[in-house]
């Protein structure tokens, strides 16, 4: 079983960068595909971005296009989520999310994952 632990959290201003990490645990990380979803106050969770187990295909919400990236280090059995220009729409809890059995491909609804961390708060001030 696959534990998630994020990290990279803070408060920062409008326009700057932050970057956060998700360390995974368990045999399976280098065979699945990855994802960061984000949940703000009295709204539902949200697709981010989506990484393929190899780091070959990614995908993003249109709404973080050309500002977030996803990479992956199967090395270290981490995925990060680089978040440049950051708006205070932005500011949400961010989790990563496993998908284990990808059949699917990079997959953008939440109940497509399987193994969840326990979020990383994004404050994003004007």
């Known amino acids: 079983q696959a534990q998630l632990v994020e990290s990279g959290g803070g408060l920062v201003q409008a326009g700057g960068s932050l970057r956060l990490s998700c360390a995974a645990s368990g045999p399976s990380f280098s065979r699945s595909n990855m994802g960061w979803f984000r949940q703000a106050p009295g709204k539902e969770r949200e697709f981010v971005a989506a990484i393929s187990w190899s780091g070959g295909s990614t995908s993003y919400a249109d709404s973080v296009k050309g500002r977030f990236t996803i990479s992956r280090d199967n090395a270290k059995n981490t995925v990060y989520l680089q978040m440049n220009s950051l708006e205070r729409e932005d500011t949400a809890v961010y989790y990563c999310?496993?998908?284990?059995?990808?059949?699917?491909?990079?997959?953008?609804?939440?109940?497509?994952?399987?193994?969840w961390g326990q979020g990383t708060q994004v404050t994003v001030s004007s």
């Open positions: 999310a496993a998908d284990p059995a990808p059949v699917f491909g990079l997959r953008s609804r939440p109940g497509a994952y399987t193994y």
